[in-house]
């Protein structure tokens, strides 16, 4: 079992201003297209000495949501981020890049250009995308194994652009006049099933070691699980209970040795979703009055969307058994979220009422903890001694104050209690991840 002290990130979508949070007086919401209400809180998690920040993205726009306070859209991640570097030193910045949509290219420059702005500091977090085809000339969204398919492409060939244009090619030589010495900057003449790439990158690699760009990917299903094991340093998880965490580490780990890797190559970060405050009653109202206008239609279709199940004329107080679910529906947004939807209505069998109430159906199916500072600390202790993970991502829900006390009183009570470290030893991303 490991004791080391945890990997943190905090996303910087602001999930605090989600449901009703948006509406209060100190929101601030009013900021959230420039960079300042970003700056501020990198540098809060940077003072609690997190591994690194987090921005995830979306290529669509999704109308019904946006109406009452389901998101307004927002800034490119990785230009965001780059704002951010300037206004910090050594917190990571960790960047979504879609490898359903992004041409390899553009993509591996994007982020050595965030790498160089910020010394050291960018990560990749690969993921497939869920939708926005027809903003990319489709109609339909390719299959999830289609998908997955183009992700391990993209990624070879963008760690084969990134390889292409070493750091040493550099000479930089007054004396002799030679700037670059080109005989170490090669083209890799990719051909695959999806791109043709000649290279070589027009932006040089900053070196390996600490100064490699970590790879974070997101998304649970076997082929998901087995695209980590073979190249990511972390995978970002939805795992709305413990069983669930256990059971993806122990997998991850398992493959990541079938693939020649350390059975530590990945570490597994679920999200953690917190209410915080003062008393445990106080972070219940908090809850209950972010999720106050919560539509249960919307939920309902999600539910029929997830698992062909429609509970729209079902009595509150009636129980799903097991046998009610129809077999899986062949197209789903989500393998992730309908199998653990699933899961958890096979293992609960809960009632109408109870279900529309479980993460698993009321945001991205994370770890959610109520209560106080004290109790989140114990949470955390909790999953961490089971071996349920390696670290986590902080989202913060229902306030302004609650995100305050997640960065400024959380993460000082985890170091406290030796969970995370109390100072940085290095100034990368890739050293927060390597050591403590
Ligand atoms: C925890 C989590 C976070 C994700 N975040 C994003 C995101 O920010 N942007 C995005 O386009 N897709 C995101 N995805 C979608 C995944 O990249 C992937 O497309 C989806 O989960 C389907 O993969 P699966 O078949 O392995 O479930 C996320 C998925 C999970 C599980």
Known sequence: MTQKPLHIGMTLAPTWLSGEGWRRPDSGIEGLLGHDYYIDIARRAEAAKLDFVFRPDVLAVNKAMMGQGGGMGGLDPTLLLAAIAHATDRIGLLTTVSTTFYPPYILARMIMSLHWLSKGRAGWNIVTALDGQRNFSLDDMPTPEDRYARAAEVT??????????????????????RMVDPELVQPINYEGDFHRVEGPLGTPNMGGG???????????????????????????????????????????????????????????????????????????????????????????????????????????????????????????????????????????????????????????????????????????????DAGALDGFILFPGGSVDCMHLCLDALCPALSDAGLLRRDYHGTTFASHLERP
């Open 210 to 384: 600490d100064y490699r760009i970590p790879l974070i990917q997101a998304g649970a299903s076997e082929t998901g699980r087995d695209f980590a094991a073979r190249v990511a340093d972390a995978t970002f998880a939805s795992t709305p209970n413990m069983e669930v965490a256990i059971e993806l580490r122990r997998d991850l780990r398992r493959r990541a040795k079938a693939h020649g890797r350390g059975e530590e190559a990945v570490r597994l970060m679920p999200g953690m979703s917190l209410y915080l405050a003062d008393t445990e009653a106080e972070a219940r109202d908090l809850y209950r009055a972010t999720h106050a206008r919560a539509d249960d239609t919307r939920k309902f279709a999600n539910i029929l969307e997830m698992t062909g199940l429609d509970l729209s004329d079902w009595p509150k107080e009636r129980h799903i058994r097991a046998n009610d679910l129809p077999p899986p529906p062949a197209k789903v947004r989500s393998r992730t979220h309908a199998g653990l939807l699933r899961r958890a209505i096979e293992r609960h069998e809960p009632t109408v009422g109870d279900l529309l109430r479980m993460p698993e159906v009321m945001g991205s199916a994370h770890w959610q903890v109520i209560g106080t500072v004290a109790q989140a600390v114990d949470e955390v202790r909790r999953w961490r």
């Open 156 to 177: 070879e060939i963008v760690l084969k652009l990134w390889a292409s244009y070493p750091r040493d090619a550099i000479l930089q030589d007054r004396d002799s006049g």
